[in-house]
């Protein structure tokens, strides 16, 4: 039984871990912190949860979570790095849900998050974990960086192409849309229901944080520099990722189907989608699955990927459980099976 940590258990994606684990047949959560709500039961703050039995709050110090073999940091960015190495030294694995360890360039790093790297020396180590491309790496990884959730949805969607060589130098351009659930549960007025309700915007147009983490995965994927054009926009739900990337250039006589399916055939938690069928948010929520449908209108050269997700597990909480079940050679899909919410 792997004994689990959670630092930052009172955000949206802590609480998604929580529910994810308390289903999982091969991990115990022995410690969840919180600064805010330190000594208050798990239970009273999340009913939902009250299978966990006695769980407290506790402070976020590290060496309260040195009986852990493994622990998920589900903090703010900036605060994973000055936890890990004191965790990793202690022979814990290592896995951050924010940005702190996903850039491998220090500099880039500090010039997007505008403060200084407490460990650099980590960010060359740190896997990225998404494990339809690292997989075999995250298997012995110490410490693994979580993916964005734009980031997973845009990946997956090019990746067959990029692999194949198909994209060219022609540039791709990612059109994205998340639910209010990605800005996090911290008060924030542009996410209040009447502020984002009926309402439909792009946001950080000019530069987003995770465009350099996109760019750098897609250019060790294609081994080329990567002309990445991407616009987030919010959409008033609460969970859900729509991302629509455009590539021109491919040729006619391509089978985008056989590709991605021949791509993604033995990825558990990749669906490509035939024919005319279209992926939906909905069809996703809840679960750990991302969907694909790959289109060419007009049977030109320019082809459109959709790919969808739910922020919070695919695109948080469930890829973390995912490289939890790697890092400790369980089945990758251990407790992460059950199926999307309808309605």
């Not at 871990?17 to 999340?46: D, F, I, M, N, W």
């Not at 690292?134 to 990746?159: F, K, Q, W």
């Not at 939906?280 to 449908?293: F, P, Q």
């Amino acid at each position: 039984m792997i004994s689990v940590g959670i630092v930052g258990g009172t955000g949206y994606t802590g609480a998604e871990l929580l529910r994810l684990l308390a289903a999982h047949p091969e991990a115990r959560v022995q410690a969840v912190t919180s600064r805010s709500e330190t000594g208050k039961a798990l239970a009273a703050l999340y009913p939902h949860l009250s299978g966990l039995g006695e769980l407290e709050f506790v402070a976020p110090d590290p060496s309260g979570l040195k009986q852990c073999d493994c622990v998920f940091l589900a903090a703010p960015n900036g605060t994973a790095m000055h936890m890990v190495p004191e965790l990793i030294e202690a022979g814990i694995r290592v896995i951050d849900l924010a940005a702190d360890f996903r850039i491998k360039d220090a500099a880039t790093w500090e010039h997007w998050y505008k403060q200084a790297h407490a460990c650099p020396e980590l960010l060359q180590e740190a896997v990225y974990g998404l494990p339809e491309v690292h997989r075999e790496d995250i298997r012995s990884a110490r410490l693994v960086a979580n993916p964005g959730c734009y980031p997973t949805a845009i990946i997956l969607a090019v990746l067959p192409l990029l692999e194949q060589g198909l994209a060219g130098q022609a540039p791709l351009i990612a059109d994205a849309k998340s639910g209010v659930s990605g800005a996090g549960r911290g008060a924030n007025v542009p996410t209040l229901f009447s502020e984002a309700g009926e309402n439909f915007k792009a946001y950080n147009v000019a530069a987003h944080r995770h465009w350099p983490e996109i760019t750098q995965e897609l250019q060790g994927i294609s081994e080329a520099p990567v002309n990445l054009t991407f616009t987030p926009h919010l959409v008033p739900m609460v969970r859900g990722i729509f991302a629509t990337v455009y590539v021109q250039g491919v040729e006619s006589s391509v089978d985008l189907d056989s590709i991605y399916r021949q791509r993604f055939t033995q990825e558990p938690f990749v669906e490509v989608l035939q024919g005319d069928a279209l992926p939906e948010t909905k069809h996703v929520r809840g679960s750990n699955s991302c969907r694909i449908s790959v289109q060419r209108p007009n049977g030109g050269d320019m082809v459109v990927v959709l790919s969808v997700i739910d922020n919070l597990v695919k695109g948080a909480a469930g890829q973390a459980v995912q490289n939890m079940n790697l890092m400790f050679g369980l089945d990758e899909t251990s407790g992460l099976q059950a199926a999307g919410l309808f309605p």
